[in-house]
């Protein structure tokens, strides 16, 4: 109580005050034309600001003959899409300039870590839009969570990695957070977090959709007590797709709300689950969102960054209405780039790889899964799985549930087998799509 008291009047003062700024914007600029009028404002205000102080935007203002301000959401559309390679390939002129930062890295999933610099201002907004979000659901800063994480390359090895990970550890403490691994999932791991989960009470379980599924469906097969939950108040899970399986299954084992977060390293949380309709609602005083003809999720950070990002390219397919602003998201479908083809009757069929990896998640002994395109237009399926579970058996179940939106799909398109482990990306997470190259 005492160290809770010292850090929300002291350590966390600027952001508990952030969260009433918010909550009090929020109530006073409610109807969709203040709020666009508000993003922009507050667009043009960065956007004049960073062609005159920033290279990497003063260069791609001139090379891409941009104006010096729009008249509507709308013009965002007309902008160059930004994308991590463009960040990789311009590291001088983003960094070069900076005196005292620190920085951020995205988790590598689909190659090389991009790296952001960043300050403590950036780090009071994320947490005050994250705990604007989650005050909607009862949940207050400081509140006990049960956390399944990862990013261990952000630790480092040898001496400094060492002292970052007694940091880390010393931060969680603080914070009333109990960090678990969320990239070992052994069945002896498995056990261990369900005692601990059994143990700690948490108010909050937080972690990768792919983790709590994991848990939620252990605890229900082996009909496990998790014992005392009288604290907890939701369940969020990020990071990964979230299909409505997902949320049934969590929500049966832990008797509490199921609620979707959505963020990257690189931006923060852009958007948070509203109510129980599901869908997220846009921290529309932070970020611009617009959607392409793809309909693939590009972000705008409009609040004070040291490096904001304009019409950025999350790589992220959205559910949403075709207003000019997006404030309100339905459903993340996945990566754009997750697809997988076969050979059809007709043609080349494209499947979703996200569908593909729900259909097995939820078979029962399969603990993890990989799908790799193959040069023949047939898909490779790698599963880790309990030594009893049959391969043909998974197959046929497999290829019921696809034919139900790909009624053409071949038996001969898939080729199931049995491996150790599954193939990992720098930051630890399982490579769950494997494209050819």
């Known amino acids: ?38 993003q922009l404002e507050s667009f043009n205000k960065i956007w004049a600001d960073i062609t005159r102080s920033n290279p990497f935007y003063k260069m791609w203002k001139d090379k891409h003959d941009l104006p010096h301000r729009i008249n509507s959401i709308e013009d965002l559309k007309n902008f160059p899409i930004l994308t991590k390679k463009d960040l990789q ?16 890295s995205t988790g590598g999933s689909s190659g090389e ?73 052994s069945y002896k791991t498995v056990d261990n977090y369900c005692k601990e989960l059994f143990r700690s009470n948490p108010v909050v379980i937080m972690g990768y959709t792919s983790i709590i599924h994991k848990v939620s469906r252990y605890i229900k097969e082996h009909n496990l007590d998790i014992g005392n939950k009288s604290n907890l108040k939701s369940v969020i899970v990020t990071s990964e797709v979230v299909t409505n399986y997902d949320i049934e299954l969590i929500e049966s084992v832990f008797n509490v709300p199921c609620v979707i977060e959505y963020g990257m390293a690189e931006t923060g949380v852009i958007a948070f689950q509203h109510n129980k309709s599901k869908n997220l609602k846009v921290f529309w005083d932070s970020f611009i969102c617009v959607k392409n003809n ?78 790799r395109q ?42 199931f087998k049995n491996v150790n482990n599954i193939e990992k990306t720098i930051a630890g997470k399982e490579i769950w799509i494997k494209l050819k190259k």
Not at 89 to 104: A, E, P, S, V
Not at 317 to 322: H, L, P, Q, R, S
Not at 391 to 404: A, D, G, H, P, T
């Open 1 to 38: 109580m005492i160290v809770n008291f010292f850090l929300k009047r002291f350590v966390f003062k600027d952001r508990i005050n952030l969260i009433k700024y918010k909550k009090k914007l929020y109530k006073e600029v409610n109807d969709r034309k203040q709020i666009e009028q508000y």
């Open 89 to 104: 390939k311009n590291r001088g002129l983003i960094f070069n300039h900076l005196g005292n930062y620190d920085t951020i």
């Open 113 to 185: 870590p991009v790296k952001f610099p960043t300050s403590k201002n950036e780090q009071n907004l994320n947490y005050a839009n994250t705990y604007l979000a989650r005050g909607w659901w009862g949940i207050k800063p400081l509140d006990s969570y049960l956390l399944f994480w990862g990013h261990s390359h952000l630790f480092g090895t040898g001496l400094s990695g060492r002292i970052n990970q007694y940091k880390r550890d010393l931060k969680d403490w603080l914070i009333n957070t109990n960090r678990l691994n969320a990239y070992d999932m």
């Open 294 to 371: 793809n309909n693939n999720l590009l972000v705008s950070t409009i609040n004070n960054r040291l490096f904001p990002l304009i019409n950025y390219q999350t790589d992220d397919i959205v559910k949403c209405d075709d207003f000019s602003s997006i404030l309100f998201i339905d459903e993340v479908q996945g990566r754009e780039k997750d697809v997988l083809n076969i050979a059809g009757k007709d043609g080349v069929i494209t499947l979703s790889g996200i569908l593909m990896i729900h259909i097995l998640k939820s078979y029962k002994g399969i603990y993890s899964i990989q799908f």
């Open 374 to 415: 193959l040069e023949n237009l047939r898909v490779d399926v790698r599963l880790v799985t309990d030594s009893e579970v049959g391969l043909s058996n998974v197959k046929q179940y497999f290829l019921r549930n696809i034919r139900i939106d790909h009624a053409d799909v071949s038996e001969d398109s898939f080729v």
